[in-house]
């Protein structure tokens, strides 16, 4: 029998399991990413469109977005390459929280600049180092280009308002926009500077139009008290626990009650109820008007507060109570015999208040003035779904422009100020990388040209104007969606925030080059199901 | 027989015939076994060198890994064929006792054997193939060590170090900012090196990593980090001057191993029962406190009281830390383990400078960092990157380069890379081969050729045309009598590797020759495959 020939593969791997190579892998890997750049694409952008989401678990969920990362997080997805964009999308959110489509699409177009170069026949590693020579030089132009207000409070509240009502644009909230720009802005200049997005509660409550959403400067607790128990407490004294106030378990390993008489369960149950009592006077004994638990509380022990004139909330949620007791400077304890050790929480005014058709909590004049609960009102859950999201997005480009001041020009301004600084770059660079940085400059173009398309503008036409305007040194040209024409966005008013623009070129690059690298594709036999 | 084609004109290997045995002979078996071993070899030999690819892999759960780490690919490509096998565990054992050159080791053992294949259409028969290997591979590393030049690098001056890690480092994809990495790989090592036994303990180092940031925000930190919260979020996130005590009992009220009953019968004895809880807990903390500790790191979890009250004793608490971890931190702070709290005693405590708990980005990842310590100088290389395959592959990358400043610690003799001590290798084994009167000849000049595969697969990845790239080296290393002309992978201008500053270690290399030739041998011995049919 003939041997193996010189070249043909003898299988070794596992029945089930496939190898692309060269061509073939990298072909399936760029295709598969601009498949899920093509997918977001419509998304970006003032004027993009929504998606609708339904899952595929019971219940049929629906959810209409358009935050890339909630799309991309959603859609089940084969191919090796379009889950390196859904990754990148998905650490641009936990970084940044913005930019999230911009990243993917901005990836996407790079791989299928890269194609072309590819089927010319540049090696792909020419190609990234081409990619990294023009990312350098991109990010130095975008530091160039970035202002910063800092000093000056007045100009940079308006940045922040500026770039709030940038990033809410492209949002379902783009209607009330300065409405929420000023929420937003608010909610996090409270923050003092921290950053920690946790002070910020969202609550949404359906019901109203959107424009009844307001910013609360206390806490808001959707629970009620308990049955007869005082509903307005003045000078509250909190005390926030995580206990059982159900039954109080021994948690000793073994212990099982066995008895022989039927007075022996009745002594037995009334040392519970004795053990329940104690604790509760335990509790009462701290001097406390307001006792929140975050497990249940049983009828007993409520109607011993109840008595004792103080107010208990059972079931408040783990995040509640962490959330609480940073805003009242209260301990969470579980243990209740030593009074001196554990710091009460403190407020003004704890109150029940009506927001549509609920009743929840609020607390005014809390210790650390801090912290804050934006309502949401809205029509439906899906419109108070998304507005969550968006406002959320809007919140986390304001903290990170509170740690790092510097603002650029939105618009697609940014990005021909970097693209104009490559294509210069790759001018004066010899070799086939400068075909690469081209390249590069193309894909930085694709992203004004998608917004122009994405709002039904001509975008050859936009898109060339804005780069002879930067050509003639006009700075700050870019292009204003509403109008459909291009203009100066510093009268826009267009400004978006630095470290987001930054981290977009950042991963964008790097998922690039990291998909460009591949020429081999080995897909392992697929666990079976059951 | 035992050999069939497929419509694609593919030869495989026909077994799956249920409970009926297979068996391959002869020169069929070795040619079967050859092409298998080539295969694999074939798959890793684009990824070679700097300016080597790097493959996807897709787990069976449809995880997706990214690399260009020979050992890795190997290991997560679920290779069944059993030879291929053998190729995995070659690229293994050189991860285990080197840490680099998994690739090179694999593509080196491919090429012995397409060697080997040719030489058996010959008629040569296997055992002198395998004498000849043998033979040449000891006239290759006796050549190794004669070019290998000593490395001179002390505590104060590792820049000669660092050079080593970035030739490591620049056929990674971390080689954007390969003098960052390999300054903090190199300074990582140096910190636990105990440079007068030569010797460095790689458990002290600790690579991990978290999603976000840049590639640039990498950092070494001086101490370990733990992947865990604080265990009450109202407890001291930063604690100065910290007596650590590190436990392995859960604060819960104790569970006898034995089976036993509690008989509760009275409500005098539920009382008890009670009160006798509540002092487990109190003692439990009591005695915590009393030793002096200021921060308890627990290897389980704890109740809800048990939490409350070392809040209210202010005595920070970390819980669920993992056994690995728990190690370390015992031997860097130089605290011991305690499992009963009974046992707890103030010289138990470890000790560390300072220790905070950090969060990253808009979620709530949180991490705790202990810096300082007390007794030994166990390090954490805590890798950012733009994704979590971006992570996983620096975070592997590290580890290559680590290794390989480790084996320079260990022994300082280098050689230079770029294929260069191959050729000179291979320049030797050919000298030799004219001298030996016997068949083993020519299974020696096949050896040499095959050495020529790596700088041929070097300056195929590169770009540059390899056969002429390869013979031009070849013919210059003759010539000038200068074994460190190698390929230029990185066009730079020059073919001498020693002022490119391209090196690898003398034993790195020196190993992958012996690995590659034993498991080339073995795979030649096999002149029957018997294969027991899936029974059913």
New interface residues.
């Given amino acids: ?5 010189g070249n ?8 089930g ?1 496939s ?1 692309e ?1 060269g061509e073939h ?1 990298r072909l399936a ?1 760029f295709v598969g990413a601009m498949a899920i750049g093509d997918l977001v694409k419509s998304t970006l952008g003032p004027k993009g469109m929504d998606k609708i989401l339904q899952s595929v678990q019971r219940g049929r969920n629906v959810t209409v977005t358009n935050d890339g990362a909630t799309i991309l997080k959603s859609i089940y997805v ?1 191919n ?2 379009a ?2 964009l859904v ?2 999308s ?2 641009q ?5 913005d930019g999230t489509t911009s990243v993917v699409v901005f990836a996407s177009e790079l791989l299928r600049q890269a194609e072309q170069l590819v089927n010319q026949h540049v ?4 190609i990234i180092q081409g990619f ?1 020579e023009a990312c350098e030089a991109a990010k130095a132009a975008l530091e160039r280009a970035a202002s910063d207000n800092a000093g000056d409070e007045a100009r940079f509240r308006q940045d922040l308002t500026n770039i709030a009502k940038t990033t809410l644009s492209s949002k379902i909230l783009t209607n009330d926009k300065e409405h929420f720009a000023k929420l937003a802005v608010d909610a996090v200049l409270r923050l003092k500077g921290s950053g920690d ?2 002070m910020i509660q969202i609550i949404q409550k359906p019901g109203g139009s959107l424009k009844d959403s307001f910013l609360d400067e206390g806490f808001i607790l959707d629970k009620r008290f308990g049955v007869g128990q005082p509903k307005r407490i003045e000078n509250a004294k909190i005390l926030i626990a ?2 059982p106030m159900d039954t109080d378990k ?11 008489s039927m007075t ?1 369960v009745a ?2 149950e ?3 109820r004795e ?1 329940m009592k104690r604790k509760c006077e335990k509790i009462i004994g701290y001097g406390i008007n307001c006792f929140i638990n975050r497990q249940l509380i049983y009828n007993y022990p409520e109607q011993i507060f109840t008595e004792a004139g103080v107010a208990a909330i059972e079931h408040a949620d783990f995040d509640g109570i ?1 959330r609480l ?2 805003v009242t400077g209260g ?5 209740f ?2 009074p001196e ?2 710091q009460l929480g403190s407020c003004d005014l704890i109150e029940e208040v009506m927001i549509g058709e609920d009743r929840l909590i609020r607390f005014s004049g809390v210790a650390k003035g801090e912290a804050c609960t934006i309502v949401l009102r809205g029509a439906s859950e899906h419109i108070l779904g998304e507005a969550e999201r968006s406002l959320h997005d809007a919140l ?1 480009v304001l ?1 990170s422009t509170v740690k790092d001041s510097r603002v650029i020009y939105g618009g697609g301004c940014s990005e021909m100020i970097m693209s104009k600084a490559v294509e210069e770059l790759a001018a004066k660079t010899p070799g086939k990388r400068s075909l690469a940085m081209e390249c590069f400059a193309k894909a930085l173009r694709a992203i004004p040209t998608i917004i122009c398309d994405n709002g039904g503008l001509d975008s050859s036409e936009l898109v060339s104007q804005m780069r002879a305007a930067h050509a003639a040194g006009k700075k700050n040209t870019g292009i204003n969606i509403l109008t459909g024409e291009v203009g100066d966005m510093q009268q826009c008013g267009v400004v978006e925030c630095f470290r987001v623009k930054q981290q977009v070129l ?2 964008a690059t ?2 690039a ?2 998909i460009i ?11 079976q199901r059951e | ?1 035992s ?1 069939a084609f497929d419509e694609f ?5 026909i077994i799956k015939e249920q409970g009926a045995k297979t068996r391959v002979r002869g ?2 078996a070795q ?2 076994n ?3 071993a080539k ?2 070899a ?2 890793l030999r ?1 990824s070679l060198g700097p ?1 080597g ?10 995880d ?1 890994t ?1 690399t ?1 780490d020979g050992a890795t ?1 190997l290991d ?6 059993e ?2 096998k053998l190729m995995v565990e070659l690229s293994k054992s050189q991860d285990y006792e080197i840490g680099d050159g998994t690739t090179g080791v694999v593509v080196l053992a491919g090429a012995l054997l397409e060697q080997a294949e040719s030489l058996l259409d010959r008629g040569i028969h296997p055992l002198r193939i395998a004498e000849g290997y043998e033979m040449a591979s000891k006239v290759a590393t006796k050549e190794l060590a004669r070019i290998s030049e000593k490395f001179e690098f002390d505590a104060e001056n590792i820049e000669p170090l660092i050079q080593t890690c970035m030739t490591t480092l620049s056929s990674k ?1 971390v080689n ?1 900012c390969k003098r960052e990495m390999a300054e903090i790989c190199v300074k990582a090592v140096m910190a636990v090196a105990d440079l007068e036994r030569k010797d460095v303990n790689l458990d002290l180092i600790k690579v991990e990593g978290k ?5 640039e925000d990498t950092m070494l930190v001086n101490g370990i980090v733990l992947d865990k919260d604080i265990s ?3 407890m001291a996130k930063e604690i100065k001057d910290a007596k650590i005590a590190i436990l392995t009992c859960p604060f ?5 191993k034995t ?9 005098e004895k ?2 008890e ?2 009160q ?3 002092k ?3 003692d439990m903390v009591k005695q915590c406190k009393d030793c002096g500790a200021t921060l308890v790191i627990c290897q389980w979890g704890f ?3 048990a ?3 070392l ?3 202010k005595l920070p608490a970390i819980r669920w830390v993992g056994g690995v971890e728990l190690e370390l931190l015992a031997i860097a702070t130089g605290g011991r383990i305690v499992p009963r709290f009974t046992e707890l005693t103030p010289e138990k405590l470890g000790s560390a400078g300072m220790v905070k708990e950090v969060s ?6 949180r991490m705790v960092i202990i810096e300082d310590c007390a007794a030994s100088k166990a390090v954490t290389v805590f890798v950012r ?6 992570v996983d592959e620096t975070k592997r990358s590290l580890h290559d380069a680590i290794c390989v400043a480790r084996n320079l610690v260990r022994s300082n003799n280098i050689v230079y890379g770029g294929g260069s001590a191959e050729v000179a290798c291979a320049i030797a084994v050919e000298e030799e081969a004219d001298k030996i009167p016997s068949v083993e000849q020519y299974a020696m000049r096949a050896f040499a050729d095959a050495l020529d595969a790596v700088p041929n697969a070097l300056a195929e990845n ?2 540059l045309p390899p056969i002429e790239s390869v013979a031009t080296i070849k013919a210059q290393q003759l010539k000038d009598k200068n074994p460190f002309l190698g390929v230029d992978c990185k066009e730079i201008g020059t073919n001498d590797m020693k002022s490119q500053g391209v090196f690898e270690t003398l034993i790195g290399k020196q190993q992958q020759i012996l690995l590659a030739t034993q498991v080339v041998k073995l795979i030649l011995k096999i002149d029957d495959v018997i294969l027991a049919g899936e029974g059913q």
């Fill in positions: 029998m003939a041997t193996a020939a043909a593969d003898a299988s070794v791997l596992r029945e399991a190898e190579k892998a890997s084969d090796p390459a889950k390196v990754d990148i998905k650490a959110d936990d970084e940044v929280g090696h792909p590693m020419t990294r997005l946790e995580n206990t021994i948690k000793i390993y073994g212990a099982r009650v066995r008895v022989d022996k002594e037995i009334q040392a519970e053990k962490e007791a940073l301990d969470i304890c579980s243990t015999d030593n050790d554990v986390c903290t950042l991963s790097e998922a080059e990291m690298r591949v020429d081999d594709i080995i897909k392992c036999t697929p666990r | 027989m050999l004109g593919r030869p495989f290997i020169i069929d040619k079967a050859i092409a298998a295969s694999v074939r798959t684009s300016k690819m790097d493959k996807i892999l897709q787990s069976g759960d449809g997706i990214i260009n690919i997560q490509m679920e290779v069944e064929h030879i291929g994809i954007r999603v976000g940031g840049k590639l009450h979020p109202q819960e009220p104790p569970k006898p089976k036993h009953k509690i008989e509760i019968d009275t409500a539920y009382e029962l009670r006798q809880e509540e487990y807990f109190n109740d809800d009281e939490n409350s009250m809040m209210q004793q990253f980005g808009t979620t709530k990842e990157g733009g994704n979590k395959m971006m590169s770009g």
